[in-house]
């Protein structure tokens, strides 16, 4: 154990240039990656419809500074991330328990997988056109769109993971007693865990794109709004400025995450 510990700062220390190389090598790609861009549109490619990266920094700088068409750009970052986050923890709450009991209730679930894979198969512009109907243009509207979208990632994992569970483990469990909320909370969760939780780095992804993609079918807030604008102005710039910011959120959205997911598998890691 003396050894193990005592190499662990030479594994550190080993690690540490690495990751600088990694990060080097990611600013060094994007650095090429603007800077040939910057040129093509200068010298070869038309910049009114492909814009430029210049033209996105200023097009940012004055979104922060003096505001949108639509109002300041807090506010419309401010409307987008609570719908993105109320379709995501609601989509996600209905989909770990709807995954987790179809997953173990096997006639029911026989039963309902058609109807279950047509309404995933609708696509979701058209749900968002009529939720704007249903709803109106309010939150209400976007929320929707972005359930469904996280609704069904987190779904099919959840119901995928309990369906994974070992059946040594269950039939262990069963044999000691173990009532049915007792087997879904001490066997079936826990279980799928792994499942689920790599369904939600993704399904925030999905919530910011269900919530753009209904306020693009009608809002009167929102960064949807602002591309719907942009694209109306042939606005190349402001397109790309709010594809820019709503990357930035997601990216935030997924470093939380990724701490929320270690703190909740530290119990594996102390298993092994």
């Known amino acids: 154990m003396a050894d193990i510990v005592l190499d662990l700062p030479v594994v550190t220390a080993v690690r540490r240039p690495r990751r600088l190389r990694v990060h080097l090598t990611r600013l060094a790609l994007v650095v090429a990656w603007l800077g040939s861009w910057e040129l093509a549109s200068t010298y070869w490619i038309d910049p009114f419809f492909y814009s430029k ?13 003096d505001g949108t068409s639509a109002g300041s750009v807090w506010t419309q970052i401010s409307v987008t991330l609570q719908e ?9 709450v209905a989909g770990v328990v709807m995954g987790v009991l179809l997953g173990r209730a096997r006639f029911l679930a026989e039963v309902l997988a058609p109807f279950i894979k047509a309404a995933n198969a609708i696509p979701r512009i058209v749900l968002a056109s009529l939720f704007v109907i249903w709803f109106g243009l309010g939150m209400s509207s976007k929320i929707a769109t972005a359930f469904v979208l996280v609704f069904f990632g987190v779904f099919f994992n959840a119901f995928q993971g309990a369906r994974e569970v070992s059946k040594v483990v269950d039939d262990n ?3 000691l007693g173990a009532s049915r909320s007792q087997l ?7 279980s799928a865990t792994s499942w689920i939780l790599a369904s939600l ?3 925030f992804g999905f919530a910011l794109i269900g919530a753009i993609v209904g306020e693009y079918a009608g809002a009167d807030k929102g960064l949807g709004l602002l591309i ?39 119990w594996q890691s102390r298993t092994h």
């Open 53 to 65: 990266p210049t033209a996105i920094w200023h097009k940012l700088v004055v979104w922060f500074t």
């Open 173 to 175: 469990a069963r044999i």
């Open 84 to 92: 993105a986050v109320w379709g995501f923890a609601l989509g996600a």
């Open 228 to 266: 719907s604008q942009a694209q109306g102005t042939f606005d190349a710039p402001g397109i790309y400025a709010a594809m820019i910011i709503t990357t930035v959120l997601a990216l935030g959205a997924e470093s939380v995450l990724t701490v929320v997911e270690r703190r909740l598998t530290r």
């Open 184 to 190: 879904l909370l001490t066997v079936v969760l826990p």
């Open 201 to 203: 780095h993704t399904a």
